[in-house]
């Protein structure tokens, strides 16, 4: 029996190796040596991040009648990055060690000894390094067809804001939603997951009047906090940064930086901000085309605000798993396991015969395991080694129910079902699960 799960102190390493042990998430090209601020999801992994993403798209767009969903392409027309001012200031300051060449951003290390070589005060002064991946678009390879690869979806959204107005005739306020990937060439990836030089964001950009926006950000901060409670994400480790003013981008007038307790320390899940109409008069400035609102009653024609919730996958998908990360005693033993709400958690049920040795249990059990993955989808088959060692894998994958076959089943057609958190075990009907 359960000897009590108290919250779990965890460190980087416990997620990492969990990570890779059970298939949720790889070092990118790991067969080639790896490539820096790239990962890959496994068979595990990639279903954890797609029930995070459905829900994030369900919650936000399925539910409500007021945001709709685009996808962008990736590459965009270099003018976009021009108008937004990535390609003058998306910048972080780099510095690099006289002696050994390390090149480090400048916040992210103490520049009085060089972090590779040890040599002191080997730092000249920081210059800005553009984050924005360059590629070339067509054949030819000249500055005439640059583009980058987006570092962040909310552009293709602003560029898709007067399509989406001409095509629906939305209300204000409404939203548009977009999920996809984003690039940053991060000067120093780090901390696993959590800075990424490919990743992916869930970005919603809310149109609205000016006048009111108070009340509008005031909803977001309930809806985001909601969201991410039905993820999994253990609210006492989130905390709310309200950005000073001298600190906001100059386009914002309110931003909060959501801050989740990571194993490496406090820092940024997601960010909420109050945008004004910074971006869409930079594109009604530089393309020259309105994209101005025009009241279905006949009002004054606005250019409207906006209000910006954007997720990062990566971090969303690393909170859930530090927040379900847990551990206890079983009969003398540290068990670990992964305590993920049964929405989030990629295997649902997981089927297998007390014995693989016994054809009449097997057929059982195969039986079994066919009508649940009808029903359920996400079932998992296991008949490796014996009962307890199962069990302690699908623990540490977070499955919420084991189900056994064994010979009180051919008797009288209840299966053993044990739960994954209190580790209680009841006969049931496999017809009831
Ligand atoms: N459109 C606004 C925007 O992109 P941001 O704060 O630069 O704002 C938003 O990024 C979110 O994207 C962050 O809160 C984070 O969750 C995620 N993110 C940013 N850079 C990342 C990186 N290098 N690796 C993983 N996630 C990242």
């Keep these: 029996m359960s000897e009590g799960s108290k919250k779990t102190e965890v460190s980087l390493e416990d997620i990492t190796s969990l990570c890779k042990r059970r298939g949720f998430i790889f070092q990118g090209s790991e067969v080639y040596g790896g490539l820096s601020g790239t990962w890959d999801y496994g068979p595990l992994g990639v279903v954890l991040k797609k029930n995070l993403m459905n829900l994030w798209w369900q919650t936000f767009v399925e539910e409500r009648d ?5 996808d962008a392409s990736i590459l965009m027309n270099p003018k976009v990055w021009q108008a937004s001012g990535h390609v003058d200031t998306f910048t972080d300051p780099l510095v690099e060690c006289s002696n050994c060449k390390s090149r480090f951003r400048e916040d992210h290390i103490d520049k009085s000894k060089c972090p590779t070589c040890g040599t002191k005060n080997s730092f000249g002064d920081p210059r800005q390094f553009n984050m924005m991946f360059k590629t070339n678009v067509g054949p030819v390879q000249n500055e005439d067809n640059i583009s980058f690869l987006r570092p962040e979806t909310a552009q293709g959204i ?38 990424s030089r490919e990743f992916e964001q869930m970005e919603i950009e809310y149109f609205i009047h000016s006048e009111g926006w108070e009340k509008h950000f005031e909803k977001w901060r309930t809806d985001i906090k909601s969201f991410l409670k039905e993820s999994g994400v253990n609210i006492d480790s989130l905390h709310e940064l309200e950005v000073p003013d001298d600190e906001l981008a100059h386009y914002s007038k309110r931003t909060i930086d959501y801050e989740f307790e990571y194993p490496h320390g406090k820092d940024e899940l997601l960010g909420l901000a109050y945008r004004t109409d910074f971006d869409l008069m930079n594109i009604q400035n530089s393309s020259g085309k309105k994209m101005e609102y025009r009241p279905k009653d006949g009002g004054e024609a606005f250019v409207p ?32 396991f992964l305590k993920l709400p049964e929405h989030i958690a990629p295997v649902k049920f997981c089927v297998s015969p007390l014995l693989k040795n016994k054809p009449e249990l097997v057929a059982k059990a195969k039986e079994v395991y066919k009508a649940l993955k009808e029903k359920h989808g996400a079932i998992m088959w296991d008949d490796n080694g014996n009962i307890g060692k199962r069990y302690r894998r699908q623990d540490e994958i977070g499955t919420p129910y084991c189900v056994v076959v064994d010979f009180d089943t051919l008797e009288d057609g209840t299966v053993t079902v044990r739960d994954r958190d209190t580790t209680e075990q009841t006969r049931r009907k496999p017809e009831e699960l």
């Design 158 to 195: 602003f560029t898709n804001y007067k399509n989406v107005v001409d095509t629906l005739y939305p209300d204000v306020p409404f939203g548009i939603a977009q999920q996809g990937k984003a690039f940053r060439n991060e000067i120093s990836p780090r901390d696993f997951v959590f800075r």
């Design 66 to 70: 007021d945001i709709f969903g685009v």
């Design 305 to 336: 605000h906006v209000i910006e919730p954007s997720f990062g996958v990566e971090r969303l998908v690393m909170a859930v798993l530090v927040s379900a990360y847990s551990k206890d005693e079983q009969n003398g033993e540290e068990r670990i």
